[in-house]
């Protein structure tokens, strides 16, 4: 293995579980998420010599995903839906996420979860995370407070009643 | 609740989700993409041979087969997939866009060509050599006793060998050997992998 591949494999194995999770609050499928990070890695290694001196390499892969993201909606809204045997294989059981702070944090605007899914899994500031989702400071800085009240809501409520409210 | 509390108890909601799929898948795609962007004369060669052949094969009728199948998913003006007869007695198969859905009815047409194929869709979480039903011969890149690269290359390019592109290939059913088959892979961006199976009725349909 060479040293390029090396950097990448313990970049991908440090890094994976916490895109994935950022992704995943953001596209709210397991196996979309899966094979968006998947792609998003693949293309960080094929540019390698580049993303590896990325400032933040994570949030590369992560915008990359949700750039895939939105062109894959836009094409699939042309397309015809699957056949009988192209169903995608099924890798996480869903009943891994399937929890009530999941269920609270999904509900919220998809704004607010990619904000929130930013700054709690990639650990980025607000500034790294208002250039990865293309807007401004100001606003990440306003969706991340309406997020964090409206989860601090769900969760007292939880708390208080044993289910979300 | 402060937010430190909440931000804690998000992470440890996700706690159990993790990435499943192996390194070496991720590597080989991105190989496969590098090896792309360092083709785009030979792509575009491709493309635009392609695009000639289609463009003959509609206006002189008996110069080649050319199908545009009546439920592929082609959008435009281009079917999303065409197999074309060449005088060679190969096929070349073109796809175009990303998302190749029809993958059933590209299969039919090899089929219906004589080619025991399977095509398949395959995704991050289902691993190119993981096609039910079917027993994918290994390759020379995983040593001795798999199918040499020779061979593969008379198989899929022929006297095309030279001119792969992610976007078109051919098949030449006299050099597949008794028993065995093709398997077509189709990629999550509309790219493909190209294997060699035992065929059965299971896989190849024959």
């Not at chain 2, 995983?142 to 095309?160: A, C, E, R, V």
């Amino acid at each position: 293995m060479s040293q390029e591949q090396a950097d990448f494999a313990e970049f991908y194995q440090g890094s994976r579980d916490d895109c994935l999770r950022t992704v995943l609050a953001a596209v709210r499928d397991v196996d979309k998420a899966q094979d968006l990070v998947a792609e998003a890695f693949a293309r960080a290694w094929a540019s390698w010599r580049r993303v590896g001196r990325h400032p933040a390499p994570r949030a590369w892969v992560v915008r990359t995903a949700l750039n895939l993201s939105v062109s894959s909606w836009r094409r699939h809204r042309r397309e015809l839906p699957l056949m009988d045997h192209d169903e995608p294989a099924h890798g996480l059981a869903s009943s891994l996420i399937d929890t009530e702070l999941v269920a609270v944090l999904q509900r919220l605007p998809a704004r607010q979860r990619q904000v929130v899914a930013l700054r709690i899994f990639l650990d980025l500031d607000t500034a790294q995370t208002a250039e990865v989702l293309g807007i401004a400071p100001g606003t990440v800085t306003a969706h991340l407070t309406r997020a964090l009240a409206a989860l601090r809501t769900e969760l007292a409520a939880y708390e208080s009643e044993g289910r979300p409210s | 609740m402060k937010d430190a509390d909440v931000i804690t108890a998000v992470k440890a909601s996700y706690a159990e989700i993790h990435m499943d799929v192996p390194l070496d898948v991720i590597v080989r795609r991105g190989r496969r993409l590098r090896a792309h962007r360092r083709l785009p004369g030979l792509a575009g060669a491709a493309g635009a041979a392609a695009a000639l052949a289609l463009a003959l094969a509609a206006l002189v009728p008996g110069s080649g087969r050319a199908t545009a199948p009546e439920n592929s998913t082609g959008t435009g003006r281009l079917a999303a997939w065409t197999v074309v007869s060449q005088r060679d007695g190969g096929v070349k198969v073109a796809l175009r866009g990303s998302r190749i859905r029809d993958v059933a009815g590209l299969q039919d047409k090899l089929r219906g060509d004589g080619i025991p194929a399977r095509v398949a869709r395959i995704g991050y979480l289902r691993p190119p050599l993981n096609v039910p039903g079917c027993q994918v011969l290994r390759d020379w890149s995983s040593g001795p006793g798999g199918i040499s690269k020779t061979l593969w290359l008379k198989i899929f390019y022929g006297p095309h060998t030279g001119q792969q592109s992610n976007h078109a290939f051919w098949v030449y059913r006299s050099a597949i050997p008794p028993g065995l088959g093709v398997l077509v892979d189709i990629y999550y961006d509309g790219t493909f992998g190209l294997y060699t199976v035992n065929a059965s009725p299971q896989c190849t349909g024959t």
